[in-house]
């Protein structure tokens, strides 16, 4: 079976600045994605960024980047440059055959 | 369609009714799914559609919740006798296949609160 786990449950940074929020995940499984959505108070599900189990390089997109490290089981997601839209929920996933959705991070950026 | 489109919006019903929801996909996209999110919570899996293959029914909660796929497109989940405990976000999300590198487009949910 597959976890995700994201133990902050809230966060809090000052616009401009970067955060990184984390997630460790555990399956048996060899390949897998990670994903990162992001959910604003409206309750949409965002889909901001992906990394594949067998990609060598860590993914991004913009100001989000993924910082996967196989051995140590993490996917944390890196925000540079925090804007105050960034407020939201945070969701870790991961895909063997299906999304498994971690417990979420509640990001506040302040200005 | 343009994104997955899920019907209604809110419900609200008493105690014991039954509910249907329904989910319609992006054109296209062969796997669907079923989440549940209770207030403040994280996605529950519930249920997900690929193809023709038998359903992977393995997050339902109890035999009171089903889900059927009619020709591969519309879905629609059914809560039998409600409870109060089913009140949560029902999401429905679409992908172009099942698999580990394919991400998801959800809904906008539909919001079920039991009376």
């Known amino acids: 079976a597959q976890k995700i786990t994201q133990t902050q449950p809230g966060m809090f940074v000052q616009e401009k600045e970067a955060v990184t929020l984390d997630c460790t995940y555990d399956?048996?499984?060899?390949?897998?994605?990670l994903f990162w959505y992001k959910q604003p108070s409206s309750g949409e599900m965002i889909f901001l960024i992906y990394?594949?189990?067998?990609?060598?390089q860590n993914a991004t997109e913009g100001r989000y980047s993924l910082n996967f490290q196989k051995a140590r089981k993490s996917a944390n997601l890196v925000i540079s440059a925090s804007q105050l839209g960034d407020s939201a929920m945070y969701f870790c996933?991961?895909?063997?055959?299906?999304?498994?959705f971690g417990t979420g991070t509640r990001l506040q950026v302040f200005p | 369609g343009a994104g997955v489109s899920q019907s209604p919006s809110n419900k609200v019903t008493e105690k014991g009714k039954d509910v249907e929801l329904r989910c319609d996909p992006i054109?296209?996209?062969?796997?669907l799914y079923w989440y549940r999110q209770s207030l403040g919570q994280g996605l529950e899996f519930l249920i997900y559609?690929?193809?023709?293959?038998?359903?992977?029914k393995s997050g339902l909660p109890s035999d009171r919740f089903s889900a059927e796929r009619t020709g591969g497109s519309v879905s629609t989940l059914t809560i039998q006798r409600t409870q109060q405990e089913d009140s949560a976000v029902y999401l429905c999300?679409?992908?172009?296949?099942?698999?580990?590198?394919?991400?998801?487009?959800f809904g906008s949910g539909t919001r079920l609160t039991v009376v």
């Open positions: 054109s296209g996209h062969t796997a």
């Open positions: 399956t048996s499984d060899p390949s897998y994605g």
């Open positions: 996933a991961i895909n063997t055959d299906k999304l498994i």
């Open positions: 990394q594949g189990s067998y990609d060598q």
């Open positions: 999300a679409s992908s172009l296949a099942a698999g580990p590198d394919y991400g998801y487009t």
């Open positions: 559609f690929q193809g023709n293959s038998a359903p992977d």
